[in-house]
């Protein structure tokens, strides 16, 4: 008998999702906003990444910009510029174009931006360049193909690397900053 209640009930409930769903969906005020796209969705992850990015790069010291955990591993300040240049090749393959841009390899990039103000400006930079070719892809259609990598992707898979990109690094950022002693910004205290 107890099973029998508890599944009626549990029955009614499934039921009644769709129902509350239905309300939650007719103009309640806690209903997502209509501009929630991917994009946005996208860009609000890419934004949390990058800060923590440039929150990293402020933490570290002048002279720990040099640091490289091993001999032929990219140091801090070639590790933070390495992002940049993905930000900004990937923002110029999503079709972003600035004027007046021009940057040396990804190579001699990472060997040229070394000083801290320099590799945070152009980290900053670089993050100011997705958030261009978001706007841009916000009348695009994001399934259509374009040639990346010697291969056609998609947008949507083009973003994907992107975001995964800054995911990767961050972590990479944290693991650096650790090695050094240097407690990420955020997570003081705890």
């Known amino acids: 008998m107890k099973f029998r209640a508890s599944f009626l009930f549990s029955l ?15 103009g309640d ?7 929630d796209t991917f994009l946005s969705a996208f860009l609000a992850d890419f934004e949390g990444s990058s800060d923590k990015l440039v929150q ?3 933490a570290f010291s002048d002279e720990q910009y040099s640091w490289r955990p ?4 990219r140091s801090v300040s070639e590790m933070f510029v ?3 240049n993905a930000n900004i ?4 393959a999503l079709g972003f174009e600035h004027e007046g841009m021009e940057r040396p390899s990804m190579q001699e990039a990472e060997q040229m931006i070394i000083s801290k103000a320099d590799v ?19 009348d695009q259609d994001l399934s259509e193909g374009m040639p990346m990598f010697g291969q056609t992707m998609s947008r949507y898979q083009v973003l994907m690397i992107l975001g995964g990109h800054s995911h990767e690094h961050l972590g990479q950022a944290i693991a650096y900053a650790r ?5 990420p910004p955020w997570s003081e205290g705890n």
Do not use: C, F
């Open 89 to 92: 090749r990937i923002s110029l």
């Open 12 to 26: 009614s409930l499934l039921l009644a999702l769709p129902v509350l769903a239905q309300d939650y969906a007719d």
């Open 56 to 58: 990293l790069a402020g």
């Open 70 to 73: 091993a001999e032929g591993i």
């Open 29 to 35: 005020e806690t209903e997502a906003p209509a501009e």
């Open 82 to 84: 390495h992002v940049a």
């Open 179 to 183: 090695s050094v002693g240097v407690t």
């Open 120 to 138: 945070i400006a152009d980290l900053t930079m670089s993050q100011a360049h997705v958030r261009g070719a978001i706007k841009l892809l916000m």
